[in-house]
């Protein structure tokens, strides 16, 4: 294999010829072999810093900081990168100290070196575009990282936003299949009162719906970036004016409304948008798999169990139980639910690491919101796609439980009194006597009060 010689204030070292990212890129390479997940897995965060980095050379060419034949180089350079080229030459483990550094001198270095060659020059010349005196110009880590985290999480939220709209289309589309089933309410696992099973999956729906609105706020935070701030927030090295036209650029070039933090030294430090992030994205999942625990129980059975509803035969259940099938899909959300829930811890305690001036964490940040997004979006798509289109229910084995029930006693309550609902409750459970003939046996009702009383549908209101 042929090598070029490059140098840092380390030192010096091979690196293969034919790779365009660098020595700084090379040393993490070396350094850091953790996850085993890498920065080319996200491709939509390659994109985001090559947007950062294009809209930094716009802005330094407009303020004559950056010579307009380099600075077009580079800008071309980003192009091809956000049409998905070169995705290989981004190898290193998103898990690594130094805040983020390897992942923008793998960018800066990438981007260099195929400026060189636009520009007609071998990679590695960096006399002639420089990793840092060119394409990092006006920049650091500290704000080119965390804005190029801001730009993907916005992708990345927006697309589950829309995963979850369609699932709550689906679970309307069944509350409406559904709303003439009438079943058994039931708290602490026990017979409440009845409802349908429409309400049931309406109140899915409803639940699910609020979280999307959490999704729109966290869609705003990630708007605000501090480009601009350089090292710690004073814009040392960035010529006056380069904050604010650099943000202008981005919004050009994304057509998002970017905006510049109020104040760029704790929008370098403060991580706690990530934290209304991860938060929000842990609330939704136990939301999320809390249905899911629902829909196991609602499909329990099918002799045994309530067998209110029939979840998609998709697979067989046992390796020993021959007909047993298992709600693999709920079961396989409940999952992810939990690893997001998880993974909302690290955001936090990462976040509240940021000693001083820099939040030097944010690359597991940016792993557990990439990976908890991606998986959330992929389990919220299951779910609906071979879980909740196609559910069917037990229409008459529902109604039985409800009539069978002796939680319609509580309507019951109005007309008798607790007291008397409740010896009639007991007796029932004590007797297997009914509700309906106990109540006649004790001249409680008449006939004609008692069954206009106990009809399902006659118990099942809706506050306005």
């Not at 309400?199 to 501090?226: G, P, Q, W, Y």
């Amino acid at each position: 294999m042929n090598y070029r010689i490059e140098h840092d204030f380390l030192g010096e070292l091979q690196i293969p010829s034919n790779t365009l990212y660098g020595i700084q890129t090379f040393r993490a390479l070396q350094n850091f072999h953790i996850s085993g997940t890498r920065f080319s897995d996200f491709p939509d965060f390659i994109q985001a810093f090559a947007t950062v980095k294009k809209a930094a050379a716009m802005a330094n060419m407009d303020l004559n900081v950056l010579p307009q034949e380099i600075g077009q180089a580079i800008c071309s350079a980003c192009d091809e990168l956000l049409a998905g080229k070169w995705q290989d030459q981004f190898p290193i483990d998103c898990i690594q100290g130094g805040a983020g550094t390897s992942c923008n001198m793998n960018a800066n270095e990438v981007i260099a070196n195929r400026a060189l060659e636009l520009l007609g020059h071998q990679k590695g010349e960096y006399q002639f575009c420089h990793p840092n005196n060119h394409v990092n110009c006006s920049q650091s880590t500290n704000d080119s990282y965390p804005t190029s985290l801001h730009i993907t999480l916005y992708g990345r939220i927006l697309i589950l936003r829309q995963a979850c709209e369609a699932l709550c289309d689906a679970l309307a589309q069944k509350a409406r299949e559904f709303d003439k089933v009438i079943k058994m309410g039931r708290t602490q696992l026990q017979d409440a009162v009845p409802m349908t099973l429409g309400m049931e999956f309406r109140s899915f729906e409803k639940s699910l719906r609020e979280s999307i609105r959490h999704f729109d706020s966290a869609c705003t935070l990630m708007l605000e970036v501090n480009m601009g701030a350089t090292a710690i927030g004073t814009g040392i090295c960035a010529p006056n004016g380069y904050a604010s036209l650099c943000v202008q650029k981005l919004r050009e070039i994304t057509g998002l409304p970017f905006t510049l933090a109020d104040d760029l030294i704790s929008g370098t430090w403060d991580a706690s948008s990530y934290v209304q992030v991860s938060g929000d994205l842990r609330r939704f999942a136990v939301k999320l798999s809390k249905i899911c625990s629902d829909l196991r129980l609602m499909s329990s059975g099918p002799r045994a169990g309530l067998n209110e509803i029939n979840l998609p035969r998709l697979q067989p259940g046992s390796s020993i139980m021959p007909g047993k099938v298992n709600p693999v899909i709920p079961e396989v959300v409940n999952q992810v639910c939990f690893d997001v829930i998880g993974k909302d811890a690290t955001v936090a305690f990462a976040a509240e690491q940021g000693q001083l001036e820099l939040n030097v964490m944010e690359p597991i940040i940016a792993l557990s919101l990439f990976e908890g997004l991606e998986r959330m979006k992929n389990a919220v798509n299951t779910l609906r796609e071979l879980c909740i289109n196609g559910i069917t229910a037990n229409e008459k084995h529902c109604r039985e439980l409800a009539e069978n029930s002796i939680g319609i006693v509580t309507a019951l309550n109005p007309k008798i009194g607790y007291e008397n609902s409740a010896s009639v409750a007991k007796e029932a459970l004590s007797t297997g006597a009914s509700v309906y003939d106990l109540v006649l046996q004790r001249g409680l009702m008449t006939q004609e009060e008692l069954e206009e009383a106990l009809l399902p549908e006659n118990m099942i209101t809706t506050v306005k």
